[in-house]
């Protein structure tokens, strides 16, 4: 069964910093491309940043310059260091896999973890 699961969010102060983990379980080969989102209360899901197969990374402007996205060797995990942390950072956010394939093959498209809340206060 191939799951993704966040961790690492919490409740900081403004200029201080976290780290989001995604585990991604059931699969051999981690996926190709994955990312981080975001979403406030009442907002759409945005896109923070993008891992890529290349090694290529993507960001949004509002985080570029603080957030820092980064891949374990097997890329089953995928991180989000995120610093100098702002109020509009507030979100829960998420972790989506672009492909992965299971122990038996099978494809599975855009795959979310469950979301971890990020609160910044001031």
């Known amino acids: 069964q191939v799951q993704l699961v966040e961790s690492g969010g919490g409740l900081v102060q403004a200029g201080g910093s976290l780290r989001l983990s995604c585990v991604v379980s059931?699969?051999?080969?981690?996926?190709?491309?994955m990312y981080w989102y975001r979403q406030a209360p009442g907002q759409q899901r945005d896109l923070v940043a993008t891992?890529?197969?290349?090694?290529?990374?993507v960001y949004s402007d509002p985080v570029k310059g603080r957030f820092t996205i980064s891949r374990n060797i097997a890329k089953t995990t995928v991180y989000l260091q995120m610093n100098d942390l702002k109020p509009e950072d507030s979100a829960v956010y998420y972790c989506?896999?672009?492909?992965?394939?299971?122990?038996?093959?099978?494809?599975?498209?855009?795959?979310w973890g469950q979301g971890t809340q990020v609160t910044i206060s001031e």
């Open positions: 989506k896999a672009d492909r992965v394939a299971d122990y038996n093959g099978r494809n599975y498209y855009n795959v």
């Open positions: 059931g699969t051999i080969v981690g996926p190709d491309t």
């Open positions: 891992s890529l197969a290349d090694g290529s990374k």
